[in-house]
């Protein structure tokens, strides 16, 4: 199994970036998709969730209204936009993946893509 992020970079605050997360070698629609990211000295935090089967999203407080999480089924792909960035958005993303036929179903991460919102 292997999960790509790409789509991060520098952009300056109030701008926009859209990432994606290419799944491989699992069946895409068994997986609930989140993106999390991890900024300098803190702990990884939930950005945004999209279920397997509903594609019900949850987003985090602080992202509400300015990201939105998308997910291609027959791409097998998740996306998050990103408008308005801010300065605390600086952090590197992830894609999770995870199972959703079990409660302690596998879980799978993507390497992480670097996000910097700087003048």
């Known amino acids: 199994v292997q999960l790509v992020e790409s789509g991060g970079g520098l952009v300056q605050p109030g701008g926009s970036l859209r990432l994606s997360c290419a799944a491989f070698?699992?069946?895409?629609?068994?997986?609930?998709m989140m993106w999390y990211r991890q900024a300098p000295g803190k702990e990884r935090e939930l950005v945004a969730t999209?279920?397997?089967?509903?594609?019900?999203?949850n987003y985090a407080d602080s992202v509400k209204g300015r990201f939105t999480i998308w997910r291609d089924d027959v791409e097998s792909t998740v996306y998050l936009q990103m408008n308005r960035l801010q300065l605390q958005d600086t952090a590197v993303y992830y894609c999770q993946a995870r199972d959703s036929r079990a409660v302690r179903g596998a879980v799978y991460w993507g390497q992480g893509t670097q996000v910097n919102v700087s003048p």
């Open positions: 999209i279920d397997d089967f509903t594609h019900r999203v």
């Open positions: 070698g699992l069946t895409f629609t068994d997986y609930h």
